[in-house]
C-alpha cells in the first residue's frame, strides 16, 4: 500500500507507528520485502540530531506510539522550515499503526 501511494505521489512523507520493540523489525521486513528504506526515529537519533528535528530531515519514519506522542521532547513536524522544492509547504504524514511484526 505505501509503495503504491507514493507512486502515485499522494504519500510522499510516511509515518510507521508500531510497538518500540518492533520498530527496527519493521525496518528490516520492509527493506527486504519491499525495498523500502525507513528510519527508525526514536530518542537516541533525536539526541544525536544536534538540535535538528528528525522528523524534519526524514519523509519516511518508523516510530514508536509512545515516542511520536505529542508530550515527545521532539515534536513531530509537518511543516519543515526548509522543505525541498519538490515538498508542498505543511505536507501531513499518511500514518500508519501497525500492532504486530508480520507483513
Do not use: Y
Not at 528535528?53 to 511520536?68: G, H, M
Amino acid at each position: 500500500m505505501i509503495k503504491e501511494l507514493r507512486l502515485r505521489a499522494v504519500a510522499d512523507r510516511v509515518l510507521v507507528l508500531c510497538p518500540a520493540p518492533l520498530t527496527v523489525q519493521w525496518q528490516d521486513e520492509l527493506h527486504e520485502k519491499f525495498d523500502e528504506e525507513f528510519t527508525v526515529v526514536d530518542s537516541h537519533l533525536a539526541r544525536w540530531q544536534l538540535g535538528r528535528n528528525p522528523w524534519e530531515r526524514e519523509d519516511r519514519c518508523i516510530a514508536s506510539l509512545d515516542f511520536a506522542k505529542p508530550q515527545s521532547s521532539i515534536p513531530i513536524a509537518s511543516c519543515p522550515p526548509r522543505a525541498p522544492p519538490s515538498r508542498r509547504p505543511c505536507e501531513p504524514w499518511l500514518a500508519a499503526w501497525l500492532g504486530t511484526g508480520h507483513l
